[in-house]
């Protein structure tokens, strides 16, 4: 059931203050503090921190993603898109599908074989290193010395590398659609 009419000051501040609030979180989380923090602490606790704050930056997008679809589709009725919006309500429906896929069953798994791994690599004096690269000499004697973790790192390769890229084609849907809302304002 589409709103008639234009939407409130108050709707269009909450959609932007969600899209952009959302997008710019997703350019901290994907951009900025993985990068600061593998340098910085132990990639165990890296590990640790990137488990506890993950889920919330996920469904924060999966939530701030729905709300923005749901505000948009209420404002512009199928039969009245034009090519732009066309473009916005495509691209917040696939953030929609893709951001779900990355907090229920991407993000989930690459924690669940993290800790996997991290099990082993403590059993074998590994995982206080600071620093991304460090000490990669013991991690390949690893991967060729115990199978199971060889199949571990490469699962968590494989989940790791879908959820980057969910996270990404997100990162570029929210950001689509701030060039179109910024491309409609009448003035800043």
Not at 112 to 120: A, C, D, S
Not at 125 to 132: I, N, P, Q, S
Request: glycine share 8%.
């Amino acid at each position: 059931m589409p709103t008639e009419g234009d939407p409130t000051s108050l709707v269009k501040a909450t959609h932007l203050i969600i899209l952009s609030t959302t997008w710019g979180m997703q350019i901290w989380m994907s951009f900025v503090s993985g990068f600061v923090l593998i340098n910085t602490i132990s990639r165990h606790t890296f590990g640790l921190v990137q488990s506890s704050l993950f889920p919330y930056y996920l469904y924060t997008v999966l939530g701030g993603s729905f709300i923005n679809l749901s505000i948009f589709a209420l404002y512009h009725p199928q039969q009245l898109l034009n090519k732009a919006e066309t473009v916005q309500i495509a691209s917040l429906f696939v953030c929609v599908i893709f951001s779900g896929l990355n907090a229920q069953w991407f993000g989930q798994t690459t924690t669940e074989v993290m800790f996997k791994k991290h099990k082993i690599e403590r059993e074998n004096g590994l995982g206080d290193e600071v620093g991304f690269g460090t000490n990669i000499e013991a991690y390949k004697k690893l991967l060729k010395s115990d199978a199971r973790y060889k199949r571990l790192s490469w699962k968590f390769r494989k989940y790791h590398a879908l959820s980057m890229v969910c996270n990404l084609i997100c990162v570029f849907c929210n950001g689509v659609n701030l060039l179109y809302t910024a491309g409609n304002l009448k003035t800043i």
